[in-house]
């Protein structure tokens, strides 16, 4: 079947616009996380979605960062005002269900460069 | 909080050559712990984990045994390909934070020549 699927894989914007990113999970996946991949921080978690649940968006870096799950399938992560250090490889991943024993499935990312 | 560290790379080895890539965990639970791997142009895969101490995970002839005394996960493998170049995390996984959000390591390059 069909994996985790993430669009667009690169995103140029620049500094102070807005850029919206998507997600679309494993079908039947009830989890989803989001996660970025930079050089100086390495992989860092932003916010997780479970089924109806409200999310958990402990990881997110600032109030610019805002992420929605519609249907409880495909997510958008939303970035406003976008600034340099937002520059990442932005990685979605979709488990079969929540918690530390259900393996996660990532998709290819989506590179983001503000210039 | 929970953290992970493991050991910073590149790690250059001739193929045929064995593979340690050291982890070590800090968790306020009991955490699962993985390895992931990211071979060049793709994106992050699940490469073994284990769920309870000693527990070993295994996969392609790589394994990690789960030490909760020394609180490690060490990647090895007996004999590395070429095709084993890639970058590793180790990463945990703990009720204790969100819902099985993994923490990952800083990741370790690895090149294998032929």
């Known amino acids: 079947g069909a994996g985790v699927s993430q669009s667009p894989s690169n995103k140029v914007t620049e500094k102070g616009k807005d850029v919206e990113l998507r997600c679309d999970p494993i079908s039947g996946h009830t989890a989803l996380y989001w996660y970025r991949q930079s050089l100086g921080q390495g992989l860092e978690f932003l916010i997780y979605f479970q089924g109806n649940s409200a999310p958990d968006k402990s990881g997110l870096p600032s109030d610019r960062f805002s992420a929605e799950r519609t249907g409880g399938s495909v997510s958008t992560l939303t970035i406003q005002r976008t600034q340099q250090e937002d520059s990442a490889v932005y990685l979605c991943?979709?488990?079969?269900?929540?918690?530390?024993?259900?393996?996660?499935?990532f998709g290819p990312g989506t590179r983001l460069t503000v210039l | 909080g929970n953290s992970v560290t493991q050991m910073e790379g590149p790690v250059t080895l001739s193929e045929e050559a064995f593979l340690t890539i050291n982890c070590t965990y800090t968790?306020?639970?009991?955490?699962?712990l993985f390895w992931y791997v990211q071979y060049p142009g793709e994106g992050l895969q699940l490469l073994l984990k284990a769920t309870k101490a000693d527990d070993k995970g295994s996969n392609k002839g790589f394994e990690a045994t789960y030490r909760k005394e020394t609180t490690s996960f060490h990647l090895e493998k007996g004999s590395v390909q070429v095709s084993d170049s890639a970058v590793y995390f180790c990463a945990l996984s703990d009720y204790g934070g969100s819902q099985g959000n993994l923490i990952f390591g800083k990741g370790t390059k690895l090149s294998v020549k032929p």
């Open positions: 991943a979709s488990s079969i269900g929540g918690g530390p024993y259900n393996e996660q499935f």
């Open positions: 968790a306020t639970g009991y955490p699962s």
